[in-house]
C-alpha cells in the first residue's frame, strides 16, 4: 500500500513558505502523493493553487485533491482546464479527486444551489472527460493545456450513487474518513459497482486519516482538526479523537488499512509545520 501525506492548505494560518517547504519534504522522504482538502468558507488555501505551489518545488511525488468539490464550481470547462493545467505543469503528476462536499455553506457562499448537486456531478464529469479527450469547443479547437491528457479521476462518497458514479466516470475511489473495518465494507460495493458497469481491471481504492506528531501533537489536533469540524459537534470531536497522535496508531493505521485492500492510505496533518513529513516517515520506519 502506498502511503501519502497531505498539504496543510486546510490548516488555518498555514504560511506560503511552510506550505511549499512541507511539499519538499514530503519528496524527500518518499512519501507518494501530496494531497489537498477543499473549503470555500474556510481559512484554507484553494487545491489547484496549493497544488500548483507544490508541483513547483517537487518532481515525483503525486499531486492529489482529496477531494475537490467540484458542483459548486459550476463552469466544467474552467475546472477541467484548471485540472490540465495542474497536470501538464506538473508532468502528468495530478490525480484528480472529486465529490459532492458535505457543507451546504461552501455552495452558498457563491450562490449556487444545493439541490441537485449529485446530478450536477454526473453532468459536469461527463462534460470534463470529453474535454481531456480532445472535444473541439471553439474556432481554436480543444480546451488546453492537451499535453498529457486527462489527470487520473477519483470519486468519493460513501452511498450507492457514489458508487456508482465512480464505476462510470472514474479510476477509483477514495473515503473521506473512518475505520479500517468501513473501509472494506465500502470498498465491496464500489468493486460491486465496478463489475456491474463491465468495467475492467480493478478500482484505484484509497482513503484519508489525520494524524498530529511531535510534543505538541493532542493540542495541535484538538486546535486544527476541532477547528475545522467544530460545525459536526460531537462527531467533530469524535474525528479529533481518532488522529493518529504517536507512531503506534500510525502504524496500525496503516496495518488495518492495507488488510482491508486499500490501495493508498493519505495522512492529513494538524500542523502547518514542514517537520510534520519528517516525524511521520519516523513513525512509519519504527
Given at each position: 500500500?502506498?502511503?501519502?501525506?497531505?498539504?496543510?492548505?486546510?490548516?488555518?494560518?498555514?504560511?506560503?513558505?511552510?506550505?511549499?517547504?512541507f511539499a519538499r519534504q514530503a519528496e524527500k522522504h518518499g512519501f507518494s502523493s501530496?494531497?489537498?482538502?477543499?473549503?470555500?468558507?474556510?481559512?484554507?488555501?484553494?487545491?489547484?493553487?496549493?497544488?500548483?505551489?507544490?508541483?513547483?518545488?517537487?518532481?515525483?511525488?503525486?499531486?492529489?485533491?482529496?477531494?475537490?468539490?467540484?458542483?459548486?464550481r459550476v463552469n466544467p470547462a474552467v475546472v477541467a482546464k484548471q485540472a490540465a493545467?495542474?497536470?501538464?505543469?506538473?508532468?502528468?503528476?495530478?490525480?484528480?479527486?472529486?465529490?459532492?462536499?458535505?457543507?451546504?455553506?461552501?455552495?452558498?457562499?457563491?450562490?449556487?444551489?444545493?439541490?441537485?448537486?449529485?446530478?450536477?456531478?454526473?453532468?459536469?464529469?461527463?462534460?470534463?472527460?470529453?474535454?481531456?479527450?480532445?472535444?473541439?469547443?471553439?474556432?481554436?479547437?480543444?480546451?488546453?493545456?492537451?499535453?498529457?491528457?486527462?489527470?487520473?479521476?477519483?470519486?468519493?462518497?460513501?452511498?450507492?450513487?457514489?458508487?456508482?458514479?465512480?464505476?462510470?466516470?472514474?479510476?477509483?475511489?477514495?473515503?473521506?474518513?473512518?475505520?479500517?473495518?468501513?473501509?472494506?465494507?465500502?470498498?465491496?460495493?464500489?468493486?460491486?459497482?465496478?463489475?456491474?458497469?463491465?468495467?475492467?481491471?480493478?478500482?484505484?481504492?484509497?482513503?484519508?486519516?489525520?494524524?498530529?506528531?511531535?510534543?505538541?501533537?493532542?493540542?495541535?489536533?484538538?486546535?486544527?482538526?476541532?477547528?475545522?469540524?467544530?460545525?459536526?459537534?460531537?462527531?467533530?470531536?469524535?474525528?479529533?479523537?481518532?488522529?493518529?497522535?504517536?507512531?503506534?496508531?500510525?502504524?496500525?493505521?496503516?496495518?488495518?488499512?492495507?488488510?482491508?485492500?486499500?490501495?493508498?492510505?493519505?495522512?492529513?496533518?494538524?500542523?502547518?509545520?514542514?517537520?510534520?513529513?519528517?516525524?511521520?516517515?519516523?513513525?512509519?520506519?519504527?
Amino acid at each position: 500500500m502506498d502511503v501519502g501525506i497531505g498539504l496543510p492548505n486546510a490548516v488555518a494560518g498555514t504560511t506560503g513558505k511552510q506550505l511549499v517547504e512541507f511539499a519538499r519534504q514530503a519528496e524527500k522522504h518518499g512519501f507518494s502523493s501530496l494531497g489537498t482538502i477543499d473549503r470555500t468558507v474556510y481559512d484554507n488555501y484553494d487545491p489547484f493553487v496549493a497544488l500548483a505551489a507544490a508541483a513547483a518545488v517537487t518532481e515525483r511525488i503525486r499531486l492529489t485533491t482529496s477531494i475537490l468539490i467540484v458542483p459548486n464550481r459550476v463552469n466544467p470547462a474552467v475546472v477541467a482546464k484548471q485540472a490540465a493545467s495542474v497536470n501538464a505543469l506538473s508532468d502528468g503528476r495530478l490525480v484528480l479527486g472529486v465529490a459532492i462536499g458535505a457543507r451546504d455553506d461552501d455552495y452558498e457562499a457563491g450562490s449556487v444551489s444545493t439541490k441537485g448537486k449529485g446530478a450536477r456531478l454526473d453532468e459536469m464529469l461527463e462534460d470534463m472527460r470529453s474535454i481531456w479527450d480532445g472535444d473541439e469547443r471553439g474556432y481554436a479547437g480543444a480546451v488546453g493545456p492537451v499535453s498529457h491528457g486527462a489527470p487520473q479521476l477519483i470519486v468519493g462518497g460513501s452511498v450507492e450513487a457514489a458508487f456508482k458514479r465512480v464505476a462510470r466516470f472514474g479510476d477509483g475511489w477514495i473515503m473521506g474518513g473512518g475505520a479500517p473495518d468501513q473501509f472494506a465494507e465500502a470498498a465491496d460495493a464500489v468493486r460491486a459497482a465496478w463489475s456491474e458497469a463491465g468495467r475492467d481491471g480493478d478500482p484505484r481504492l484509497m482513503s484519508l486519516a489525520y494524524f498530529s506528531l511531535g510534543p505538541d501533537a493532542e493540542a495541535n489536533a484538538k486546535q486544527s482538526i476541532g477547528h475545522y469540524y467544530d460545525w459536526l459537534g460531537e462527531v467533530g470531536d469524535m474525528i479529533v479523537a481518532s488522529a493518529a497522535t504517536d507512531a503506534e496508531t500510525v502504524r496500525q493505521y496503516v496495518s488495518g488499512f492495507e488488510k482491508s485492500g486499500c490501495d493508498e492510505l493519505i495522512f492529513c496533518p494538524a500542523s502547518g509545520d514542514p517537520d510534520q513529513a519528517g516525524l511521520l516517515a519516523e513513525a512509519l520506519e519504527g
